[in-house]
């Protein structure tokens, strides 16, 4: 079992940035993804990065790709979305996911709410 607490959000102008941090307590697996995820109101929940505790490699969307990065501290167990350049269109709430030993993102943060202002 994990679980998955976000910190960080909160309102910014259009260009500013913000630092999203995810706590992750009970058990965590290497090879687990880690992911950033996003929701509008009236949208669907997109995925937004992705990273694993084990590598290097990380994924993200194509709208956020050279604003955003994601990073993590295995010694705290977190993981980090460094928000750049930030855009109204970024307004949403931002959860934090893990797929455990699963192919599928099985544990969830309550989110936290990120609004950018032009």
């Known amino acids: 079992q994990v679980q998955l607490v976000e910190s960080g959000g909160g309102l910014v102008q259009a260009g500013g940035s913000l630092r999203l941090s995810c706590a992750a307590s009970g058990q965590t697996f290497s090879r687990e993804y880690m992911a950033w995820f996003r929701q509008a109101p009236g949208k669907e929940r997109e995925f937004v990065a992705a990273l694993r505790w084990s590598e290097t490699n990380t994924y993200y969307a194509d709208s956020v790709k050279g604003r955003f990065t994601i990073s993590r501290d295995n010694a705290k167990r977190a993981v980090y979305l460094q928000m750049n350049s930030l855009k109204p269109e970024d307004t949403a709430v931002y959860y934090c996911?893990?797929?455990?030993?699963?192919?599928?993102?099985?544990?969830w943060g309550q989110g936290t709410q990120v609004t950018v202002s032009s």
């Open positions: 996911a893990a797929t455990g030993t699963s192919s599928v993102y099985e544990y």
